[in-house]
């Protein structure tokens, strides 16, 4: 069994304080601890995680890396200030700069810790997890013959990385069920679709942002070009829903787009002099008209950043459920070995001052998630009446058509909203 002398101990404790005292050549080690206690150092928490460091090497049942004992205690200090800081390996550090360009593999999950357990914030639009019905606040009990609860959010995801093709088996358990279900996932390489559009119905139209990315800003103002070049809008529905968040300065120039002026956000440090303001430029491109954003449990961060601005604003009407409650802001500082840390360094604000954090967003009009079965009528037309006179134009209609699935039983949420949307354009008509 190696042990390390007293004397090689108390050298180290000294070196991990980085505290360095202008010491007489008789200086004593007691007076070097007053020293550093008078310097705010934890003397006793260090040479605590010193002995502990040292009893791990010399008497745990197998031989363990030094070096992985010690990145292991850099991700337990990280853990044990928010669900959101952490040590990022090399791998780790590029996997987070490859997913603010919109391409990276794995299940498609964003997700959170939880009393021990993998929380899911959103499946993203058409990834492994959307495709088998993972939805956002499904827990993830088990990864293949791993159990959670005891595991770093770090560990968790990086067990359910993998190959381009290998499987995972994971164990989910939905609100509402007892038992949890097996999901048999097969990785993928996740190209996310940052911003699509589509017209409702004429005039309507449908913007919907899955994640906020580098050029997001950019798409969204594209993707209203194109529907006001199909003909002439009167209003515009902004879906949020199960966007987990992404890059701060995308939300930022998303909800620009459709403000004259006037603060967005401001994120605010420990210290008063590191509040930044960001703001709003001249010019709303969609010119004032109607404005309805679509939100729900699994819209968190940015998401909550341009819900919260516009509803803050009075420019928009918030429609859906209560938001996630992200309200922090991380940094990722590079450190030395290709490594990284991502650490929470501020809190952001809506134009009103709220603080989102563990809060969310609360719309304007609570819209519950149901699944819906249209009954058609039974009653009898006109048409259906024996000697009915004809139409003038000399037929009862044109021949009937295929009827789409309306949207109502496809997506009720995103139906309520049109329906609010239509209600605003009429009632500013009058």
């Known amino acids: 069994m190696l042990k390390l002398p007293h004397a090689v101990l108390r050298s180290t404790l000294l070196a991990l304080t980085v505290f360095v005292p202008t010491l007489h050549a008789a200086t004593t080690p007691e007076a070097l601890d007053d020293q550093a206690r008078e310097a705010g150092v934890p003397v006793t928490q260090l040479r605590a995680f010193a002995e502990v460091l040292e009893r791990v090497r010399g008497a745990y049942i197998e031989e363990v890396d030094e070096k992985e004992l010690l990145n292991a205690a850099i991700r337990g200090m990280l853990y044990e200030l928010d669900p959101h800081s952490a040590y990022l390996t090399p791998d780790q550090f590029e996997d987070l700069q490859t997913t603010t360009t919109g391409e990276f593999g794995g299940l498609g999950l964003e997700v959170t810790m939880e009393d021990g357990f993998v929380k899911v914030v959103t499946p993203i639009d058409d990834s492994p997890a959307a495709r088998a019905g993972i939805r956002a606040g499904d827990l993830i009990l088990k990864i293949d013959d791993t159990f959670v609860k005891g595991l770093s959010l770090e560990e968790a995801v990086e067990k359910m990385r993998g190959e381009r093709g290998s499987k995972v088996s994971l164990s989910v358990l939905s609100e509402g069920e007892e038992q949890p279900r097996t999901v048999v996932l097969e990785r993928d390489r996740i190209k996310v679709q940052s911003v699509r559009q589509d017209t409702l119905e004429p005039g ?13 800003g950019m798409e969204t103002g594209k993707a209203l070009e194109k529907l006001q070049g199909e003909g002439k809008l009167k209003g515009l529905i902004l879906d949020l829903r199960n966007n987990p ?32 303001d960001y703001r709003a430029h001249a010019g709303d491109r969609l010119q004032g008209l109607p404005l309805v954003v679509l939100v729900n449990g699994g819209s968190a961060s940015a ?30 500082l590079p450190i030395s070995g290709d490594s990284a840390l991502k650490l929470t360094t501020a809190r952001y604000y809506t134009p009103e001052g709220r603080s989102i954090q563990a809060e969310g967003i609360v719309p304007d009009i609570k819209v519950e998630v149901a699944s819906v079965k249209l009954l058609k009528e039974h009653l009898p037309r006109e048409a259906d009446l024996p000697h009915h006179l004809m139409n003038q134009n000399g037929e009862n209609g044109p021949d009937a058509e295929p009827e789409e ?26």
């Open 204 to 216: 309507y139209g449908y913007i919907r942002i899955s994640q906020f990315q580098n050029n997001t």
């Open 245 to 276: 968040g992404g890059v701060l300065d995308g939300a930022v120039q998303v909800a620009d787009l459709f403000l004259n002026n006037g603060l967005i956000v401001y994120t605010q440090g420990r210290d008063e002099a590191s509040r930044n």
């Open 303 to 332: 998401s909550e950043i341009v819900a919260g601005a516009l509803q803050d604003q009075g420019r928009a009407v918030i429609v859906g459920n209560r938001t996630f409650g992200k309200g922090s802001v991380q940094t990722v």
């Open 405 to 430: 699935e309306p949207l109502a039983s496809r997506d009720y949420p995103l139906s309520q909203a049109l329906s609010i949307l239509k209600g605003i354009t009429l009632a500013g008509k009058r």
